[in-house]
C-alpha cells in the first residue's frame, strides 16, 4: 500500500486548503487513518484521525484546529481529505497522512505517530501573508 499526499500551497491566513491522500496497491483496507504535521525543529503531531471499526466511523481532532479543519473519506474511496479553513501561521508545516493497517487502534493511541504502518511523502502548507 502506498499513499500520495497532495494538495499543499502558499496561503493568506484567514484562507482555505484542501489536502488529498489517495491510496494504492492491493486492495486497502485500514483500520484508521490520520493527517499529521511538522514544522521546522519541531516533532510530528497530531492534526486529526478517521477510525472504522465494526461499521462506526469517528473522527477526531486536535485542539489546535478543531472547528477550522475537517477530515473526511467517502464510502468506497480510497483517499482521505483534510479540508482546512481560517488557516494560521502556526498552521504551516509539512503534512503526512498516515493509515494502521494491521491492528484495531484505540482511541487514545490515534495520536501517537508510532501507531501508523505507512505514510505518505508529505506536502507542504505555508501560512503567510
Known amino acids: 500500500v502506498q499513499l500520495q499526499a497532495s494538495g499543499g500551497g502558499l496561503v493568506q491566513p484567514g484562507g482555505s486548503l484542501r489536502l488529498s491522500c489517495a491510496a494504492s496497491g492491493r486492495t486497502f483496507s485500514a483500520y484508521a487513518m490520520a493527517w499529521f504535521r511538522q514544522a521546522p525543529g519541531k516533532e510530528r503531531e497530531f492534526v486529526a484521525a478517521?477510525?472504522?471499526?465494526?461499521?462506526?466511523?469517528?473522527?477526531y481532532y486536535s485542539d489546535s484546529v478543531k472547528g477550522r479543519f475537517t477530515i473526511s473519506r467517502a464510502r468506497g474511496d480510497n483517499t482521505l481529505y483534510l479540508q482546512m479553513n481560517n488557516l494560521k501561521p502556526e498552521d504551516t508545516a509539512v503534512y503526512y497522512c498516515?493509515?494502521?493497517?494491521?491492528?484495531?487502534?484505540?482511541?487514545?493511541?490515534?495520536?501517537?505517530?508510532?501507531?501508523?504502518?505507512?505514510w505518505g511523502q508529505g506536502t507542504q502548507v505555508t501560512v503567510s501573508s
Open positions: 498516515g493509515a494502521v493497517l494491521g491492528v484495531r487502534p484505540i482511541v487514545s493511541a490515534l495520536r501517537t505517530a508510532t501507531l501508523y504502518d505507512t
Open positions: 478517521m477510525r472504522w471499526i465494526s461499521g462506526n466511523v469517528g473522527t
